[in-house]
């Protein structure tokens, strides 16, 4: 269903007006209903990938390892990472209905336009599959986004704890350094699985979110300057001559649009950051690492056995970690910017 949709979608460029209102409306369907089959078959891909991480989590250490302020303050992570996922997951099956059903009363498509007069029944075959397709695809972005969300948090909740259990080192923990130095590599190891499961689903997030972003903005102002110009106005208004308050409806379709695309930009550029930000607290608290070893007292109670273990995590630590969609993006704060 999602591939004929996407074939359909593509055919009906041949009648789209020269509108950038109308050719993004159809963009939408291509590149929406595009994300979906591609992360499908990445996911089906990587199977192995995502057994192998979440077998790795499993391995992790427990907050409750840790003093009360920290402890607090890790699980204040946990509950925040749940209620955006419950919230997230809220957000997307309202769009969803809410669409569904304006859809479904104003006998129109949930996503594109249509252009291929004449074709009732192929007409009712893409309102019927889009009804159909949607609530899946929304369900399974969501999930995989969620994934996503809650495997970083959990790695940025294990450096935490590595942080706090260096800080704290003494000359009496002899034993415990090579438990440290023991899990900072399996960390290590989870965030190269990590990588390997994500690679592929970043950068098709970015290759798809970032021209679908600039289309959405473009749209937003052009149909504003569009709708200046006398001629254009000539053009809408004639197509709406037989109604008394043509003026007022045009101008508001005109509106309407607008937000469309404006409140689409925004849900987009949104879409971006939430992979984009967690991957940024992954490097930062990487790198937090080092420090918590060199502002540690360890040196104090001159005892030269701690010398080697710390000085390999701190090398460890210093090789910074990129988050890379397929080796060419970096995915931080800063490609939100860009």
Same mark, same amino acid.
């Given at each position: ?5 996407? $074939? ?20 939408? @369907? ?13 996911? *089906? ?24 302020? +920290?402890?607090? /303050?890790?699980?204040?992570?946990? =509950?925040? &990472? ?6 997230? %997951? ?17 006998? &129109? +498509?949930? +996503? ?8 009732? /029944?192929?007409? =009712? ?7 159909? $397709? ?9 999930? %995989? ?36 130095? *023991? ?5 290590? =190891? @989870? ?15 970015? $290759?798809?979110?970032? !021209? ?15 709708? +200046?110009? !006398?001629?254009?106005?000539? =053009? ?9 308050? @043509?003026?007022? #409806? ?53 005892? !030269?056995?701690?010398?080697? !273990? ?11 970690? *990129? #988050? ?15």
């Amino acid at each position: 269903m999602l591939a004929s949709l996407i $074939v359909i979608a593509m055919v009906q460029f041949l009648n789209v007006e020269k509108d950038i209102s109308d050719i993004v409306r159809n963009l939408e @369907c291509v590149l929406g209903f595009s994300l979906v089959i591609l992360r499908m078959v990445t996911v *089906t891909y990587h199977t192995k990938d995502f057994t192998r991480l979440i077998q790795t989590i499993k391995l992790f250490w427990d907050p409750s390892i840790c003093d009360q302020q +920290t402890k607090v /303050k890790l699980i204040s992570i946990r =509950r925040f &990472t749940y209620q955006l996922q419950r919230l997230l %997951l809220l957000a997307m099956s309202v769009l969803v209905s809410l669409a569904a059903v304006v859809s479904v009363l104003h006998n &129109t +498509t949930l +996503t594109g336009m249509w252009t291929m007069k004449g074709h009732e /029944k192929l007409y =009712r075959f893409v309102m019927i599959s889009q009804i159909i $397709v949607a609530p899946f695809s929304a369900f399974f972005l969501c999930s %995989l986004d969620c994934l996503y969300l809650g495997l970083c948090a959990e790695i940025v909740i294990q450096f935490r704890i590595l942080s706090q259990c260096l800080r704290n080192l003494t000359a009496d923990g002899k034993g415990e350094i090579k438990a440290y130095v *023991t899990h900072h590599r399996l960390i290590l =190891r @989870c965030v190269k699985e990590f990588l390997q499961a994500f690679s592929l689903v970043l950068l098709i997030e970015v $290759v798809i979110d970032g !021209p679908f972003i600039c289309a959405e903005l473009l749209a937003a102002f052009e149909s504003s300057l569009g709708f +200046t110009g !006398p001629h254009q106005y000539e =053009r809408v208004k004639i197509k709406c001559e037989q109604i008394v308050n @043509c003026k007022f #409806i045009c101008f508001s379709r005109y509106y309407q649009a607008q937000a469309r695309h404006a409140i689409s930009f925004a849900f987009l550029t949104l879409q971006l950051a939430f992979f984009c930000i967690p991957a940024n607290y992954i490097t930062n608290e990487a790198m937090a690492v080092s420090d918590a070893v060199y502002f540690s007292n360890w040196y104090s109670q001159h005892n !030269p056995s701690l010398k080697v !273990p710390l000085l390999l995590i701190i090398q460890n630590s210093q090789n910074e970690i *990129t #988050i890379k969609a397929g080796d060419l993006v970096t995915i931080n704060a800063g490609t939100i910017v860009t």
